[in-house]
């Protein structure tokens, strides 16, 4: 159980194009889920919080406008890299948490999609 | 604020020998700490976390609130165990539930 898949695994694009990036959770409903940035070799960054039908949550030093995050359903969050650019070239994992266990913050991690910005 | 330390960042051990991950956190209040694990080329996933008090794949760590530690340990390193390891602390004070963590530890476990 407790499955999180990501969809692209990998894109490249080109600079200035958008790219959008889908969290699901296969067999749970996810009231919250969770953006991060992960550089090789380096420790996850959280990016936002994304809390269904509301706005997501952002950290300190993160764009909105650069980083567009959707939770239209208790299964799927989806994160838009708008105008990106070569900087913005990461690996980018998604998480939820499962409403079922909510008395726990035990989060459930994507594979991961590989974004390459040329 | 909430801080979590690993201060190896890398461990090498051989089969058979004990193996102990330090972790040590700063938190204001009770936290809940977590153990995730990354093997190479899969997805970040849980190894144990300290509310459960329970042993996976022959790991413990306990939680120790007077040296504000969560150490990971096994007393018989496997070569399969060998991976990233990265403690995480989450709180009331850590609003939406948010997972912080340290910088991780990569373990190799050597035949």
């Known amino acids: 159980g407790a499955v999180v898949s990501q969809h692209p695994s990998w894109v490249i694009c080109k600079s200035g194009t958008s790219v959008k990036i889908e969290c699901r959770s296969l067999?749970?409903?996810?009231?919250?889920m969770f953006w991060y940035r992960q550089f090789p070799k380096q420790s996850l960054m959280l990016m936002a919080t994304?809390?269904?039908?509301?706005?997501?949550?952002?950290e300190q030093g993160v764009e909105k406008d650069k980083f567009l995050i959707n939770h239209a359903s208790l299964t799927l969050s989806t994160l838009t890299v708008t105008s990106a650019h070569p900087e913005d070239s990461s690996f980018y994992i998604c998480?939820?948490?499962?409403?079922?266990?909510?008395?726990?913050?035990?989060?459930?991690f994507g594979p991961g999609t590989r974004l390459t910005v040329l | 604020a909430q801080r979590v330390t690993q201060p190896e960042k890398l461990l090498s051990v051989f089969k058979g020998a004990p193996v102990e991950l330090k972790c040590n956190y700063s938190?204001?209040?009770?936290?809940?700490l977590f153990w995730y694990v990354q093997y190479s080329r899969q997805r970040l996933q849980l190894l144990l976390r300290?509310?459960s008090r329970e042993s996976i794949k022959g790991f413990t760590a306990d939680l120790n609130k007077g040296e504000t530690s969560f150490h990971l340990k096994k007393p018989f390193a496997q070569e399969e165990d060998s991976a990233m390891y990265y403690c995480?602390?989450?709180?009331?004070?850590?609003?939406?539930?948010?997972?912080?963590f340290g910088e991780g530890t990569q373990l190799t476990v050597n035949p």
């Open positions: 998480s939820a948490r499962d409403l079922e266990t909510s008395w726990t913050d035990t989060q459930y």
């Open positions: 067999d749970f409903q996810a009231t919250t």
């Open positions: 994304s809390n269904e039908g509301s706005k997501a949550t952002y």
């Open positions: 938190y204001s209040g009770s936290p809940e």
């Open positions: 300290h509310i």
């Open positions: 995480a602390l989450s709180g009331p004070e850590t609003s939406g539930s948010r997972l912080t």
